[in-house]
T-cell receptor
Framework: NAGVMQNPRHLVRRRGQEARLRCSPMKGHSHVYWYRQLPEEGLKFMVYLQKENIIDESGMPKERFSAEFPKEGPSILRIQQVVRGDSAAYFC???????????FGPGTRLLVL | AQTVTQSQPEMSVQEAETVTLSCTYDTSESDYYLFWYKQPPSRQMILVIRQEAYKQQNATENRFSVNFQKAAKSFSLKISDSQLGDAAMYFCASLLNRDDKIIFGKGTRLHILP
């Protein structure tokens, strides 16, 4: 039973480029959460999605960041016109039902040059 | 606002000994979950243990156990018979039953001394 999958594991972008991070939840899970971890910090919530719906995006920066979870395929976190401050580890988690244990993927390390 | 505080940035323990990591939290809610996650050098987030606030019995998973003091809003993690593979960052976290987002502490880096 595969866990949460994230790709790529490492992503290097130059300032101004776009970054696309993908997350496939555990089999049977329809709730997806994205978190960001800055160096030497804990994880900070960004957005919570169910299939085709954004439920809570209270932690998402208002500009340049967007997320989707289409009916088919993985969830995508998209960062447009990346800046150096976007360099971080981005973790995806999934749960079977809402407000239950969230299982995390291995993360994507984004480095903006 | 919901907060989670880990006051020990780093700790060390001798292999095979017991160590306790501290965590306090603040919430006005009565229905919530508490977690300890482990983040080894691979940076993967691994769930170690989970506690439902309504349960008085402390959760236990093999060598890992918690001391949950609801009135004091304290949730410490005890690791018995420490092993080299336990070396990692440990994050305490909370999740309100009415909410979606897990709130994490800043972490405690645990070193295991051979």
């Amino acid at each position: 039973n595969a866990g949460v999958m994230q790709n790529p594991r490492h992503l290097v972008r130059r300032r101004g480029q776009e970054a696309r991070l993908r997350c496939s939840p555990m089999k049977g899970h329809s709730h997806v959460y994205w978190y960001r971890q800055l160096p030497e910090e804990g994880l900070k919530f960004m957005v919570y999605l169910q299939k085709e719906n954004i439920i809570d995006e209270s932690g998402m920066p208002k500009e340049r960041f967007s997320a989707e979870f289409p009916k088919e395929g993985p969830s995508i976190l998209r960062i447009q016109q990346v800046v150096r401050g976007d360099s971080a580890a981005y973790f995806c988690a999934s749960s079977l039902v809402n407000r239950e244990t969230q299982y995390f993927g291995p993360g994507t390390r984004l480095l903006v040059l | 606002a919901q907060t989670v505080t880990q006051s020990q940035p780093e700790m060390s323990v001798q292999e095979a000994e017991t160590v306790t990591l501290s965590c306090t939290y603040d919430t006005s809610e009565s229905d919530y979950y508490l977690f300890w996650y482990k983040q080894p050098p691979s940076r993967q987030m691994i769930l170690v243990i989970r506690q439902e606030a309504y349960k008085q019995q402390n959760a236990t998973e093999n060598r890992f156990s918690v001391n949950f003091q609801k009135a004091a809003k304290s949730f410490s993690l005890k690791i018995s018979d420490s092993q080299l593979g336990d070396a990692a960052m440990y994050f305490c976290a909370s999740l309100l039953n009415r909410d979606d987002k897990i709130i994490f502490g800043k972490g405690t880096r645990l070193h295991i001394l051979p």
